[in-house]
Nanobody, 127 residues
Framework: QVQLTESGGGSVQPGGSLRLSCSTS????????VGWFRQAPGKEREGVGG???????GYAVAVKGRFTISQDNANNILYLQMDSLQPEDTAMYYC?????????????????????WGQGTQVIVSS
């Protein structure tokens, strides 16, 4: 059973940083791909970035250069480092997992919905 649990959300001023964490279970030994999505108030869920098994990551245009995905394989934790945050980054952020690569997030963040979702963690960027 796949379980994804996010933490680390909160409130931050524009220009600030936050690091989200996602504790994963049920993915070991399976060919799963992980990444992050977000949903802003009144908008549909959109991909933020996908993490590939070779350690590379692809990012949506809106966050490229500001957000970084990394993974602690020993402890089964996925991270999302968010720098230079702006008010438009305000959203619920979700950790996701899918049986196929999430490479498409970099080209079409709303292409489809991954198979597995965490419960989400809220990020608010406001002065």
């Amino acid at each position: 059973q796949v379980q994804l649990t996010e933490s680390g959300g909160g409130s931050v001023q524009p220009g600030g940083s936050l690091r989200l964490s996602c504790s994963t279970s049920g993915l070991t030994g399976r060919n799963y791909f992980v990444g992050w999505f977000r949903q802003a108030p009144g908008k549909e869920r959109e991909g933020v970035g996908g993490y590939e098994n070779d350690g590379s990551a692809g990012y949506a245009v809106a966050v490229k250069g500001r957000f970084t995905i990394s993974q602690d394989n020993a402890n089964n934790i996925l991270y999302l480092q968010m720098d230079s945050l702006q008010p438009e980054d305000t959203a619920m952020y979700y950790c996701v997992a899918d049986s196929e690569s999430l490479w498409w997030i970099a080209y079409n963040p709303t292409y489809r919905k991954p198979l597995h979702w965490g419960q989400g963690t809220q990020v608010i960027v406001s002065s």
